[in-house]
């Protein structure tokens, strides 16, 4: 980067640094600002504050010297004001009610049918289309917030849309029913879905990028009693975030998993319900395997992440590619570590037995309650108990408890609670951490898979060999006040 004359620009790396302005951000153009990676933060009496890194272009400081004179330059680095560029344009946007309120004045309904605008970001859409603008909206705030799904239901008089975060649904907006043909219409549009059928199910995907993350949107359709709804997954393609020591995982049960997932052959199971990490769990264990000697292939619907030296294929159950065929073409294409995601039937469970006893490492996911009824549930589905006896290694079980929101928690007589606050959304919470129980098999609690002992045994033995229970597990962030007594309650039952 070449220096501006003193007389334009003044350098300082050490100058306090405030928030950046929305306001002062958006008086230069997003894509303008990340091309030239500046950003404009703060306006003073005799200068306009603007933030720089290494990769910074000379070219555009001179335009921006050009149209505000003097500059006071402030230095960080390149990732951080990569960051900050991000953070000040997406709250810029505004709330997705803002933007609704904006529709609502709209009187012609056609006009908010106009096409897409081509454009690599969606921070960059300048178009007004107001439909446009709102479903963009609504994607960058969920981004922001880090919402896992955007839910948009009719309903007889009004049309309702909520985000989930960390695990449960909020109210985000509440547009005017007239609206709602046309934000389903729009959403099928972009998901190449069909806008003529209403009746049926349909099923779709978007990709697209948010203040610069690539965010894979999967969309469901289904018809109601009051028009239809639709329902967004948002998956970051993101897998730099995944791994295991960030997860929540106590100290000794990571050092146990560590051991299990670096056994040359053997099934190792992660169970819980819908929507408690399981999938993230075994992506963290895949990033800390060894991809450069060994052949690492996937099933799984859908791919959520893209793994780099990772072969991973998808489901797809409209041509007839589901788990077990997927299973066979892979036992194929000579892997060394499979990882399934999830097992829903007897030949899914056999084939993934059956590669374990013949040399390979089996990881997958299957929907139980606790890691002992994970045993009955596979000899349930008519695994023969001598084989799971022989092939599995280890089960864990998980689920995720919120965290307390930082900025307004106190402790009381009976523990850590958070009253809600403008940062946490009113909810008390912010973010999650996982509770884990892992049941390793020995020798004892194979014979008493042998024999088909009940669950019980099973727990019995496993917690003599050392394994806490999730609602044991979940006492450290009790102790530490990083959750509170009625979130572990509600996530453990009881």
Known sequence: MTTLDTAQASLSSELPREAPSPVVARSIPYSFARAGQVLAAQQHSDSLEV?????????????????????????????????????????????????????????????????????????EAEDDAPIIRMINALFTQAAREGASDIHIESFENASVVRFRIDGTLRDVVRPKKALHGALISRIKIMAQLDIAEKRLPQDGRITLRVAGRPVDVRVSTLPTGHGERAVLRLLEKDGQRLNLDTLGMATA??????KLIAHPHGIVLVTGPTGSGKTTTLYAALSRLETASTNIMTVEDPIEYDLPGIGQTQVNERIGMNFARALR????????????????????????????LTGHLVLATLHTNDAASSVTRLTDMGVEPYLLASSLLGVLAQRLVRRLCSACRSQRADGWHASGCEQCGQSGYQGRYGIYELLVLNDEI??????????????????????????????????SGVTSREEVMRVTGG
């Open 51 to 123: 933030w720089v890194s290494e990769r910074t272009l000379a070219s555009a400081l001179a335009e921006i010297a050009r149209q505000f004179g003097a500059l006071r330059l402030v230095h960080l680095a390149a990732d951080e004001l990569a960051q900050a560029i991000n953070r000040a344009y997406a709250l810029h946007d505004g709330s997705a009610a803002q933007v609704v309120g904006e529709v609502e004045g709209e009187v012609d309904l056609s006009r908010l049918m106009q096409d897409i605008p081509e454009v690599e970001d969606l921070l």
């Open 329 to 356: 073409s892979i036992l194929r294409q000579d892997p060394d570590i499979i990882m399934i995601g999830e097992i829903r039937d007897l030949e899914t469970a056999q084939i993934a037995v059956q590669a374990s």
């Open 253 to 258: 049960t990571q050092v146990q998993f560590d």
């Open 446 to 479: 194979r014979t008493l898979i042998h024999r088909q002992a009940a669950d019980t045994e099973l727990l019995a033995a496993g917690r003599a060999n050392g394994m806490h229970t999730l609602r044991e597990d979940a006492q450290r962030w009790l102790e």
